[in-house]
């Protein structure tokens, strides 16, 4: 399994459709993720359920974004909700 990490993405066209038990799925294809290393790559960024939820006013065509996500397989990015802050001590 995928390690979970914080990722930069520049999203690309965004399509939500409803699945057949009735919980919307959001897939933005065309999508740049920005790694820390500086390097780049395209991806396609899906996002279901709950954690599509959490994002939904993130998802926006063109707007940067950094989200909690895990990759399934080489270019398939799963949105598993929003960046995460480390709290304030």
């Not at 999203?11 to 939500?16: A, D, K, N, P, W």
């Not at 790559?41 to 998802?59: H, I, N, P, Y």
Request: aromatic residues 6%; positive net charge.
């Amino acid at each position: 399994m995928a390690a979970i990490i914080q990722l930069k993405v520049r999203l690309g066209s965004v399509e939500t459709k409803t699945a057949v038990n009735g919980q919307k799925y959001s897939t933005i294809r065309g999508s740049r993720a920005f790694y820390k290393n500086g390097n780049e790559a395209d991806v396609t960024v899906m996002a279901f359920g709950k954690a599509r939820d959490s994002v939904e006013s993130l998802l926006l065509e063109g707007e940067t974004v950094t989200v909690t996500a895990q990759f399934d397989g080489k270019n398939l990015l799963r949105v598993l909700g929003p960046q995460k802050v480390a709290k304030a001590a």
